[in-house]
T-cell receptor, first 113, second 118 residues
């Protein structure tokens, strides 16, 4: 079974631009979560989608948004990029159940210049 | 307030020896899950082991075991017979709330960098 796929792997943008990141979950997984990882703040939860609905949201400004499609694929958008948005963005999918284990993709490394 | 504390920024271990990575957590929720993940330099977060707050026994997965001490709120990862490929960042994470609930948000520690020496 294929794992979580994130595209693109690397992105370079300039301040003020917007960016869209994509995540394809493991087949059969309906929940997709997004995390931001930076050296200073570590890993922080952005949001979680389940069956096309956002069910949980972290403490990020409205410039960060996401959506989920009927095939469970998810996209994350960041508008008006700032230098501080430079980070590794990780997507995770889960099937639920008692353990609710999240399986991660390789991430998208975003650099904002 | 930080809810997951990993006090060892970096650790060294000799190949084939065992190593313990520390993790303490703080929560008032009686129902929670604890996770350990490995992140190699490639960036992918790899799931290693899970411990539920109501699990009676310590979790084990191959060379990985979790030393769960609920009263002390600690969930240390033990890696037996270290291999060179174990060199990576290791993260402890917690999910608060019911096992089968809707909460999938993980709260993370800052990680421990493990280097395995040949």
């Amino acid at each position: 079974k294929a794992g979580v796929t994130q595209t693109p792997r690397y992105l370079i943008k300039t301040r003020g631009q917007q960016v869209t990141l994509s995540c394809s979950p493991i087949s059969g997984h309906r929940s997709v979560s997004w995390y931001q990882q930076t050296p200073g703040q570590g890993l922080q939860f952005l949001f979680e989608y389940f069956s096309e609905t956002q069910r949980n949201k972290g403490n990020f400004p409205g410039r960060f948004s996401g959506r989920q499609f009927s095939n469970s694929r998810s996209e994350m958008n960041v508008s008006t990029l700032e230098l501080g948005d430079s980070a590794l963005y990780l997507c995770a999918s889960s099937v639920g159940g008692t353990k609710n284990i999240q399986y991660f993709g390789a991430g998208t490394r975003l650099s904002v210049l | 307030a930080q809810k997951i504390t990993q006090t060892q920024p970096g650790m060294f271990v000799q190949e084939k020896e065992a190593v313990t990575l520390d993790c303490t957590y703080d929560t008032s929720d009686p129902s929670y899950g604890l996770f350990w993940y490995k992140q190699p330099s490639s960036g992918e977060m790899i799931f290693l082991i899970y411990q539920g707050s109501y699990d009676q026994q310590n979790a084990t997965e191959g060379r990985y075991s979790l030393n769960f001490q609920k009263a002390r709120k600690s969930a240390n990862l033990v890696i037996s017979a270290s291999q060179l490929g174990d060199s990576a960042m290791y993260f402890c994470a917690m999910r608060e709330g019911p096992y089968a609930g809707n909460n999938r948000k993980l709260i993370w520690g800052l990680g421990t960098s493990l280097a395995v020496n040949p």
